[in-house]
Structure formats: structure tokens, C-alpha cells
């Protein structure tokens, strides 16, 4: 996803800075557009080395290079890029702007010319705030759909004290989630989450793994951290990128992923044990590489079940398992949230084609001690978004105080 932040100017510009970072904390791209006044507070450069982005500060490009087309149409180009607008700090002067339909600089144009969700969040005098003019503005843009972030009250740069002041930017990157469809309902979570498959060694250049490609466990935490929470990502072997805002740990072994969990597991409040452990590892790995004389036999040893000893040592932690079936699908998983003693399952049947491993798409399961969920084929993000409703029922329903 990807998002335009107007700044326009105030000396509350210097608080964008750190509204760029925490959407990007929930991988949302950034482009900063900002207005003449607002490069008097702080220069474009410094959004630029935060948001990887170019900075947009004119309409028709700068002083030295000369406008195209391009330049001349670029507003319609990012109008059509974004899922949202979010201005902060929004002035006075933006939204009477706004709200009278005024073109005169990309900002303003941008916000004509774009049907994304548009987010204000207001920051001006107390007396500017609360003039009729002000106000009238404000009642026309919510009238349009505008979500409006209302300012703070406190101590203003001008030395008075009343409303006016930027709200705070964890509020306002809340309500951009909320515009995208993203609830912040893992607000002040931390999920484990473990993906990918790991390797035991045969000989040097030869070991054990399984077909867990990692993508399930990505997405997870891709869409675990839009939707408010800490994400620590525990990763075995993958060719994919990991989340930007994620806590990545890389294992190769099952024992290194056991390790690994112990030691965040405190830290975590959900776990979402989705990697692939493999269940056996040779018993002893050859030092050199072994030569092809014929039949060759391992003596296998099994891993430690990182999922069995976390649900005996839980505290208030939700502990979500997955696993990948290819016969008596649903009776095997039932038999797993019980011995394991989980507060749910996810199942899927690895023998079907097109979805589980080596794809894009899943079709689950979700089995808990209350319900039973089908989700039927759809893109892993859409699972995981699944998964993580189921995580929010649980934490709710914990959280009832027994009568």
C-alpha cells in the first residue's frame, strides 16, 4: 500500500518525520508532498532519506529544471498511485483550501484530483482554531468525507494554551489504518511468529528440509504489523523479503529455532507457529561430504516439538499452531490442539493442488476449542488476515472475567 503525506507548514512539520517511520513500521510507502511554507521548517531532503521517495515540492518542478509533461500532470499520476491522503500538519490556510475547491499548488491539486480516503490532521493557533471560518471549513470537509484528526490541547509554540496542537502521531497513523480498512486491533500486542522451513545436515553439502516456501508466515507478519502490533519473525530458509518493520531472526536448524523461540517467547503475548520444523534430524551429520557407493542409510533422531513444550509452559500467551495434513485432515488437527494444549489450529490438506506449499494461495481450517472456521481458497494475505481475526476472538474472550 501506499499513502501521499501533505505537509504544509508549521513549526509541527518536524512531528512528520516520525509519522513516515511508523507507517512504514506497517509497511505502508510514503510520499511526501510539501508545501512552499513547510520547506521554511524543514527541507525536503530530510523526508527524502526517510520515506526512499521522491519528495514532490512544486507543481511544475523546480526553479532550475525546466517543467514537461510530466511535471505538469504528475499530480494525476500520484492521485491514481495512493490509498489514501493524509496532511499533517494541516494549516489554516490548507483547509480553507480544501474546502473552497482552491488548485493553486500540488497539494491542493493532488486532493482534487485523487478518490482515495483523505485524512486531515489539523495544527494552528487556538484562536485560529476556534474562528468561524475555521470551524465552517471543518463541517464542509467532514460533510465530504474528510476523517478529521482533532487537534490536541496543551501548550502551543505561541505560548498560549487551548486546543490547536498536532494530535499525537500514534492517533493520527491510527486513523490512516482505519482509511485503508486496516483495524489497529493488535495494538500493544507482540506476536511470535516462526515461517519458513528449516534444514538438519546430512554431510556438508547435503541436508533434510521440507517445501515450506515461508510465504504464510510473511504474510502474517506483514499483515500483523499493519494492524497495530510488534512483530518478531523467526525464519528459516527463504527466498522471499521479509517485512521491513519486523523483528527478523534467522535459524537454519530446528534446534536454532527452538532456541530462538525460548528466548522471545517471554517477550510475546500471541505465537503463530507456522514454520515448517522439520520433525527428525540425522543422528549424527558426517564431518566430509559422503561419496555414492551405493544405498546409503540415516539413522534419524526426532527435533524437539517446539509447539508441544510452549503449550505447557504458556502463561497468558495465545498460542496459535499450524498444520499441513494429507489424510484425516481435521481429525489429526483436534488431536494436536488437545495433546499440545493450544488455543487453536490452522489445517490445510498439502495434497491438494495449487494451494499450501510452493503457492501463492491457502485454503484452511481454523479449528479452536469454541468453533470450527472454513476459509476457502484465497491469497495467503487474505488467510492471514483470517488467522488474525481469530487471534483477536481469543484474546477478547480471555480477557472476560470469569463470573
Not at 526553479?63 to 510530466?70: G, M, Q, R
Not at 478518490?115 to 467532514?142: E, F, G, I, K, S
Request: glycine share 6%.
Amino acid at each position: 500500500m501506499k499513502i501521499a503525506l501533505g505537509v504544509s507548514g508549521g513549526i509541527a512539520v518536524y512531528k512528520a518525520a516520525e509519522i513516515v517511520r511508523l507507517l512504514q513500521d506497517r509497511g505502508i510507502r510514503v510520499q511526501v508532498i510539501m508545501t512552499a511554507a513547510a520547506q521554511e521548517f524543514v527541507r525536503p531532503l530530510t523526508f527524502a532519506a526517510l520515506s526512499g521517495e521522491k519528495v514532490i515540492t512544486d507543481m511544475f518542478g523546480s526553479a532550475e529544471s525546466v517543467a514537461n509533461v510530466d511535471s505538469a500532470v504528475e499530480h494525476i499520476a500520484v492521485a491514481q498511485s495512493i490509498d489514501a491522503l493524509l496532511i499533517a500538519p494541516a494549516t489554516a490556510d490548507v483547509l480553507a483550501r480544501f474546502a473552497q475547491g482552491i488548485s493553486n499548488d500540488f497539494l491542493s491539486t493532488l486532493y482534487l484530483a485523487t478518490t482515495a480516503p483523505v485524512v486531515v490532521a489539523p495544527a494552528m493557533n487556538v484562536n485560529m482554531w476556534n474562528h468561524a471560518a475555521t470551524r465552517a471549513n471543518l463541517a464542509t470537509l467532514r460533510e465530504r468525507g474528510v476523517r478529521i484528526v482533532e487537534p490536541g490541547e496543551g501548550y502551543l509554540a505561541c505560548g498560549m494554551i487551548g486546543s490547536g496542537r498536532l494530535a499525537e502521531n500514534d492517533k493520527i497513523v491510527a486513523a490512516v489504518m482505519e482509511a485503508l480498512g486496516a483495524s489497529q486491533d493488535l495494538a500493544g500486542e507482540t506476536l511470535l511468529i516462526t515461517a519458513g522451513p528449516t534444514r538438519e545436515k546430512i554431510d556438508p553439502v547435503r541436508y533434510l528440509t521440507n517445501r515450506s516456501s515461508g510465504r504464510m508466515g510473511y504474510a502474517l507478519a506483514e499483515a500483523a504489523l499493519r494492524r497495530g502490533a510488534r512483530v518478531l519473525l523467526i525464519s528459516g530458509p527463504t527466498s522471499i523479503a521479509a517485512p521491513g518493520a519486523a523483528e527478523l531472526t534467522r535459524v537454519e536448524t530446528a534446534e536454532e529455532m527452538h532456541a530462538a523461540v525460548l528466548k522471545l517467547f517471554p517477550e510475546s503475548t500471541v505465537v503463530i507457529k507456522t514454520a515448517a520444523v522439520s520433525d527428525y534430524r540425522p543422528k549424527a551429520a558426517a564431518k566430509q561430504k559422503i561419496k555414492r557407493r551405493g544405498a546409503m542409510t540415516l539413522e534419524l533422531e526426532p527435533t524437539t516439538d517446539i509447539l508441544a513444550s510452549l503449550g505447557r509452559t504458556k502463561t497468558s500467551q495465545i498460542i496459535v499452531g499450524f498444520a499441513a495434513e494429507t489424510e484425516s485432515v481435521l481429525e489429526n488437527a483436534r488431536a494436536k490442539l488437545a495433546a499440545k494444549s493450544l488455543d487453536a489450529i490452522v489445517v490445510n490438506d498439502v495434497s491438494r493442488e495449487g494451494v499450501g506449499f510452493d503457492s501463492e494461495r491457502n485454503a484452511v481450517t481454523i479449528i479452536s476449542d469454541s468453533e470450527v472456521i472454513d476459509v476457502p481458497e484465497n491469497s495467503k494475505w487474505e488467510v492471514a488476515h483470517r488467522v488474525l481475526d481469530q487471534v483477536v476472538k481469543l484474546r477478547k474472550r480471555s480477557s472476560v472475567p470469569s463470573r
